[in-house]
């Protein structure tokens, strides 16, 4: 148990579908981070949010939409995917301040597009 | 950040140490050397960290070079559930804006053996 919740643990979606996968932290941290994982490739960063700031957007496209209402929570919005966007999705977050923090990371969510 | 290298993968019989080694010889002197891992489909975890001395934890120890150009990561007593893929990341939240960011390569997978 990292303090790092996602959910759901599993979700399968349609093309059409809209859904959101939801990441929930209560460590007091103000930094969190949405990154995906394919089969095969390294872990990708998606998202950082800073104080509720977005501060990096790493070329996603805009099927994904991030918002973050606080410093504890984190969601990733998800409309009409592509099967290529099947993959874990990872949630972390980390303290803001600080020369050597580490990243704390939830479990994922593993999403299948159909 | 820094880019390291690592070996894609390698054996550890159970019971006896695991010496996982990085190479980052582009690496700042603000920068801090971690370590993590991933366990098949989990989050992955953090393990240590370190700036220019060797560090010790409960998980592991992480030896640094002088030059600060390469570092090992030990096991002392690998056992079947440290079977995981093990990354080497440079980073420093004075680069990255004031948080922290991972950016994860291909990493090393080690297999425990029994």
């Known amino acids: 148990e990292t303090g790092v919740t996602q959910t759901p643990r599993h979700l399968v979606m349609g093309m059409t579908n809209k859904k959101s996968l939801k990441c929930e932290q209560h460590l007091g941290h103000n930094a969190m981070y949405w990154y995906k994982q394919s089969a095969k490739k390294p872990l990708e960063l998606m998202f950082v949010y800073n104080f509720k700031e977005q501060t990096e957007n790493n070329s996603v496209p805009s099927r994904f939409s991030p918002e973050c209402p606080n410093s504890s929570h984190l969601f990733l919005h998800l409309h009409t995917l592509q099967p290529e966007d099947s993959a874990l999705y990872l949630c972390?977050?980390?303290?803001?301040?600080?020369?050597?923090?580490?990243?704390?990371f939830g479990q994922g969510t593993r999403l299948t597009v159909v | 950040d820094a880019k390291t290298t690592q070996p894609p993968s390698m054996d550890c019989a159970e019971g006896r140490a695991a010496n996982l080694p990085c190479n980052h010889s582009t690496i700042s002197g603000n920068e801090y050397v971690y370590w993590y891992r991933q366990i098949h489909s989990q989050g992955p975890q953090y393990i240590i960290h370190g700036l220019k001395n060797n560090e010790t934890n409960e998980m592991a120890s992480l030896i640094i070079t002088e030059d600060r150009k390469s570092s090992t990561l030990i096991l002392p007593h690998a056992t079947l559930r440290d079977t995981a893929v093990y990354y080497c990341?440079?980073?420093?939240?004075?680069?990255?804006?004031?948080?922290?960011?991972?950016?994860f390569g291909t990493g090393t997978k080690l297999q425990v053996i029994p």
């Open positions: 990341i440079v980073t420093s939240p004075l680069i990255s804006g004031g948080y922290q960011k991972v950016t």
């Open positions: 972390a977050s980390s303290q803001d301040q600080g020369f050597d923090t580490e990243a704390f």
